[in-house]
């Protein structure tokens, strides 16, 4: 299970920076979904093995992920955060391209207004 820290309250316009630390460096993938109250639960960006990553159109431009291999994390740089972007971040890692996704506890980020 992947552990998570970073997140809390930002103002509209500000940063935040998000950590997920694997138990190993050699991960096929990991990534964040997030899900705000209503709303299902979408990908926001993921970052794979070889160190492409991809991103949801919302995110494109604002948000960065990174690999720390020495770290076995991999990290989301947020900038210009938006209230929409409020929402539960859940991280995730995948070992292998068919195998499961192992998830995090979640962390809040909330963007005021």
């Known amino acids: 299970q992947p552990v998570e820290s970073g997140g809390g309250l930002v103002q509209y316009g500000g940063s935040l920076k998000l950590s997920c630390a694997a138990s190993r460096s050699a991960f096929y993938a990991m990534g964040w979904y997030r899900q705000a109250p209503g709303n299902q639960r979408e990908m926001v960006a993921e970052?794979?093995?070889?160190?492409?990553?991809r991103y949801a159109d919302s995110v494109k431009g604002r948000f960065t992920m990174s690999r720390d291999n020495a770290k076995n994390t991999a990290v989301l740089q947020m900038n210009s955060l938006k209230p929409e972007d409020t929402a539960v971040y859940y991280c995730y890692v995948k070992w292998a391209p068919f195998g499961g996704a192992y998830w995090g506890q979640g962390t809040q980020v909330t963007v005021a207004p």
């Open positions: 970052i794979f093995g070889g160190g492409t990553a």
